[in-house]
């Protein structure tokens, strides 16, 4: 009698780098102690600066979740930062909510949104998909212009807004006080999303990812799998996108153009998405690399940026964060064959 195994889903890796146990915690050290001397270091430039890669950080992020590990292309990420935004700017522009309540209402809607536009989109794959996603950052600048909005976007002029201030009479200024909530919120996202990636969950995205045939076989629901990682996606983005409306102090149409999405997918794709540590490096070369191109040639920036993000394509296809693994795993292949 002929058996059939049982196919197995492995679990997306969380670790980088692979094996490195040792070399992990002393990462996350490192990260902590720049994070708490950057207030006292830094000036107020420099802290903006960290507190927009922090925030880029969560929205790459949640399209790691869905593109690199739920296998979903989205060009609308924009669109979802957008919506955060301008629920936050609302919420206080109105006097409805304060700050700490504004920051989750607008991921809370921006999860609701992006289940409603995910549920439709099943139908849709590959570069079907990519283009409805598209579709959505390219139009959502101009509903927010339109004279029916306007009561409350506040039309082509958009929304003035003010940074919170640091509560209970803490000695911090504004800018240092919100670079420390942008901060905690990331690293509550990070955890949220490597425990979402790690478990059972984590396992059912990949395999609708890798296999969806087998996957249904195995009992699990396609359809509910890939929308509710579509919203915990458009989360992210909301969430990113309600803290950079207190950051910036102003949201504006023109600011969330396609040019957006397209920043958070070259994030992604730089870094690495298929890695969670990949989101924060590729935010770093998305808030970055412009200022430096800019330095380098006032003339032409942009032909900088191309040429930089075409060489790392090039060098690192998987992204930097594969890059380095495959340059461990190398070392380390090389040292057990010199001990042998």
Known sequence: MTTIAKPTLQTPSTRWPPGGARLTPLLIAAGACVAVAAPCLASGYQLFVLTMIAI?????????????FNGQISLGQGAFFAIGAYVTGILLATETAPSWAAVPTAAICCFVVGFLFGFPALRLEGVYLGLATFSLAVTTPYVLKSHMLEPWTGGVQGLVLSK???????????DQWLYSVCIIVAVLAFWLGRNILSGRIGRAIVAVR???????????????????????????????????A???????????????????????????NTSIIGAPIGAAFVVLLPNLADQVSKAAPSAIFGIVL???????????VGLTRRIWTAHRSNRQAVAR
């Open 56 to 68: 880029y950080a969560i929205a790459i992020l949640g399209l790691n979740i869905l593109a690199g």
């Open 164 to 174: 919170p201030q640091a509560p209970w009479g803490l000695p911090l200024s504004d």
């Open 310 to 320: 075409i060489g790392l394509v090039l060098v690192a296809p998987m992204g930097l």
């Open 246 to 272: 207190l950051a910036t102090e102003f949201v504006s149409p023109d600011t969330f153009t396609v040019t957006l999405s397209i920043s958070l997918l070259v994030g992604s794709v730089i870094g690495g």
């Open 210 to 244: 890798d296999n969806p045939t087998a996957a249904e076989a195995m009992g699990i629901d396609l359809a509910i799998t890939k929308s509710t990682t579509f919203a915990v996606s458009a989360l992210y983005a909301g969430l990113a996108g309600a803290l950079a």
